[in-house]
């Protein structure tokens, strides 16, 4: 009698322990796969190229100087979260230097509201880097671009304005990392 019992119970469990199984088997593949071709972290092909410790200096703007000030904070705490650098405050100690000599916000209108009144526009941002390492010194623009939505009274359209650019720089640092690790990956 306890036949039927035992089968309808290996029914029941028999779905679970296949998701189970083919889950454990896809993980381990996928691990495989990727130990298998190579794979190696940004912070390590960034390694290559940016040996530490790294010196960062933005020149401050005498028109916005907030925005370089966001800038900096932005490439430390990319170097420190993503890279896995050490960073110096005192440039003849560093391996590497960070330089930006130059930044650019830029804003365009892209709406406008039935009195004539802006309610959309884009933030646009050029930053160029100079990055000097032990082995050769390298300059990259970078141009990025975020689009906003502000309403009526300034301090919600300053807010939004500061908001914008801080997502127009993270923007610039993504693609600003890609280049980085593409150059490691090319030593």
């Not at 796969?33 to 040996?51: H, N, T």
């Not at 960062?56 to 705490?77: A, F, H, W």
């Not at 009274?153 to 500061?162: F, I, K, P, V």
């Amino acid at each position: 009698m306890s036949y039927p019992r035992t089968v309808s119970i290996l029914k029941k469990i028999r779905p679970k322990l296949f998701t189970l199984h083919s889950s454990l088997f896809t993980l381990m593949m996928s691990l495989l796969i990727i130990s298998g071709c190579g794979y190696r972290p940004v912070s390590k092909e960034a390694r290559v190229f940016l040996p530490d410790p790294v010196y960062v200096d933005v020149k401050l703007s005498g028109v916005e100087p907030q925005n370089g000030v966001y800038l900096k904070e932005e490439i430390l705490r990319v170097l420190m979260t993503r890279f896995h650098e050490k960073t110096v405050s005192d440039a003849s100690a560093a391996r590497s230097r960070i330089e930006v000599p130059s930044y650019h916000f830029s804003y365009s209108p892209l709406t406008y509201d039935k009195n004539g009144y802006v309610i959309r526009y884009r933030v646009g941002s050029s930053i160029t880097f100079q990055v000097t390492t032990p082995k050769e010194k390298v300059q990259k623009v970078i141009s990025t671009s975020e689009d906003v939505n502000i309403q009526p009274g300034s301090l919600t359209s300053s807010a939004a304005r500061d908001a914008a650019i801080r997502v127009a720089i993270r923007k610039a640092m993504d693609k600003w990392i890609a280049y980085v690790a593409q150059k490691g990956v090319g030593k």
